[in-house]
């Protein structure tokens, strides 16, 4: 017998209230920022700067260009954002950064094809001198819910679980905190992204969180205070006193966060 | 007899390859499949993104297993095959291996961002890059070698 699902709903919050009962193991939630379909995608892709991302990316309120929900579910293919970036700008060249953005997920996507098991394995050791075992199996349940006390940490996770979407780097903040400040496995803290993320993809996300962890890289990514007010906005709390375990310069980290290698002795 | 096209959650795309090839009379539909999307382990919020998406696009949504509502629909529309968009997704890969053992499964891959000669070596971002920039910047990723 096959049960077909209706598609035509008079208003966005009757389609919200059906979702809920055809994902009856879910706990009901308001929507993400973004809207789907293919006409919101085009819209966006309409406002595509692909020269101001270039500028500004890096900061955590740049001109980036949300497309990613919608690269990610098909919605809109790589070959035709690039192609639309190409025909804003005279010369390829000023874009260059974009599109090497777009290429990292076709990067990914090849990694995915060629090598699913590296979605959760660690495909290489970790480069911090610790092992995999030192590194706890489940997410803290202050990191889950955004109550870690290091305040532009809290704001970034009570952003992913109210939105659905955070910025590039502020993702990199969140991976590189859970893997290094708290000795979690990336993995637990992947397949977090992976409920919350609207874009969350199974490549992309995983090997991202591989790279920062070091186990698909050549030295673990951390950040300081220092960076963190470098490109936040003014609504990001960057007070010393309350985001002390980030406030430190980069070789104390090192030395704070990882062992001395048992070679390096 | 018309053709079958299952779009998965990768291709939600009216304009993907796969439909020009099975032709303009196929019977295009999504299958909201209760345990793939609880193995995916995907939040309310992206369910809602998905399902909105599928709203705008003229298929069938159909809720069960998906090769069980597959074979259904193959068996109404009298065919034996069915195309489906190309993904690295191993549990739907593992689903397309199910389908194949009750009909004929076509996949069909999306248009590529770049054009390569050889598969290149993916252990480091930058070694692709280096062979893939100069198709990356061109427009439809340059021309077919």
């Not at chain 1, 952003?159 to 637990?188: C, F, I, P, T």
């Amino acid at each position: 017998m096959l049960n077909r699902l209706k598609s035509a709903f008079v208003s966005r919050s009757e389609l919200v209230e059906h979702v809920a009962t055809v994902a009856d193991w879910l706990e009901p939630a308001s929507p993400g920022v973004f809207v789907g379909g293919q006409e919101a995608a085009e819209e966006r892709l309409k406002q595509l700067d692909p020269q101001a991302y270039c500028r500004s990316r890096n900061f955590l309120d740049g001109k980036v260009t949300r497309l990613s929900p919608y690269i990610r579910h098909g919605i809109l293919t790589l070959d035709q954002v690039r192609n639309t970036a190409l025909d804003k700008v005279s010369k390829a060249a000023q874009i260059e950064k974009f599109i090497q953005e777009l290429a990292w997920r076709d990067y990914w996507q090849r990694v995915y094809y060629r090598h699913p098991e590296y979605i959760w394995q660690d495909i290489e050791n970790y480069k911090t001198g610790l092992a995999a075992d030192d590194y706890a199996d489940q997410l803290p349940e202050d990191i889950a819910s955004g109550s870690t006390g290091v305040a532009c940490i809290d704001q970034f996770i009570a952003e992913l679980l109210d939105s659905g979407y955070l910025h590039n780097h502020a993702r990199m903040y969140v991976a590189a905190y859970v893997v290094h400040w708290r000795r979690v496995k990336w993995q637990a803290g992947a397949k977090w992204f992976l409920h919350h993320l609207l874009d969350g993809d199974p490549a992309s996300n995983n090997l991202s969180w591989q790279w920062v962890a070091s186990t698909f890289s050549n030295k673990p990514y951390i950040f300081n205070l220092e960076n963190v007010r470098k490109y936040a906005h003014p609504g990001i709390n960057t007070h010393s006193a309350e985001n002390k375990v980030l406030n430190a310069s980069y070789d104390e980290l090192n030395a704070r966060l990882f062992p001395i290698e048992r070679g390096a002795l | 007899m018309s053709q079958l096209v299952w779009l998965h959650e990768d291709a939600l795309n009216m304009d993907h390859p796969v439909l020009r090839r099975a032709g303009r009379d196929a019977l295009v539909c999504f299958v909201w499949d209760d345990r793939y999307l609880q193995q995916m382990d995907y939040g309310f919020k992206r369910l809602v993104f998905i399902y909105e998406t599928l709203c705008q696009m003229p298929l069938q949504i159909y809720r069960g297993d998906t090769v069980e509502v597959l074979s259904e629909l193959a068996a109404d529309q009298r065919t034996d095959s069915i195309h489906i968009p190309s993904t690295p997704n191993p549990v739907l890969q593992a689903i397309a291996t199910r389908l194949q053992q009750r009909m004929n499964v076509e996949t069909v891959e999306d248009a590529p961002f770049v054009r390569l000669n050889h598969d290149p070596d993916v252990k480091r971002f930058f070694r692709y890059w280096n062979k893939a920039r100069k198709s990356a910047l061109q427009h439809a990723g340059g021309r077919q070698e």
